[in-house]
């Protein structure tokens, strides 16, 4: 009996040490071809100097942009962590993206806090069935940006932030952050997103177009008020 329970343990620790092995393997060849289509993405306009993994699903790399671009940039690409298991099945659970941040200084150091966040709502009726559901009409609704805001003086002309905001609804790009200490600006977006060599050399026009929207000039009476900005999609309303 001992000896069975022996042979259990040794077998599942040698199928554990494979699925690491195995899955490890795969993460980082997904890395290796995500490092290539941001290479690709910067078009000479910058370079990858350094990339390192961080664990088995974490990869961060160095980036070098001129200086009138960016400053100490690096993204971080998230995989899934399919090397662990009980992790993996915790974030198909929770339906984890794969995701790549871009991070980096600013030109000058901005003097506020800024979030982006790209929400989504979406509603259905339950218990209709399909022939139903074909035969009504639907209203869908796509209303404007809603900033919400805890500054105490806040500015009637917010166009920097909505110009801002726009941007970063046009290329899918799922949050951006401006803070006045380092990383001064970071923007994430999925990874699979830049697969498309288009879409991945539009994203990089996109960060230093969002960048170019908001200067360091752009602040409140109020220099490290934060100023949370909550971006609302598209809305389906069933009459």
Known sequence: MGR??????????????????????????????ALRWVQDACAGKG???ESRWMGSSRLQARLHFPSRWFENARVTVRFQPRPLPVQWLMSCWHRQKETLTFEADLDGSPTFHLEV???RWC????????????GREWDVFEPGPIILTTRTHWKQDPSAELNALMSARRQDILQVHFRPESPQFSATVRLEAL????????FVSALREIAAELPPTASSKSPCSRQPVKVGGGIEKNP
């Open 4 to 33: 069975l329970l022996l042979i259990d343990v040794v077998a599942s620790v040698a199928v554990l040490a494979l699925w690491y092995v195995v899955f490890s393997h795969y993460n980082r060849k997904k890395g290796a071809a």
């Open 47 to 49: 370079s990858i100097l």
């Open 117 to 119: 966040v790209r929400h």
């Open 123 to 134: 509603a259905h009726n339950r218990g209709i069935s399909a022939r139903k559901r074909d």
């Open 195 to 202: 697969a498309d060599p288009n879409a991945a050399a539009e």
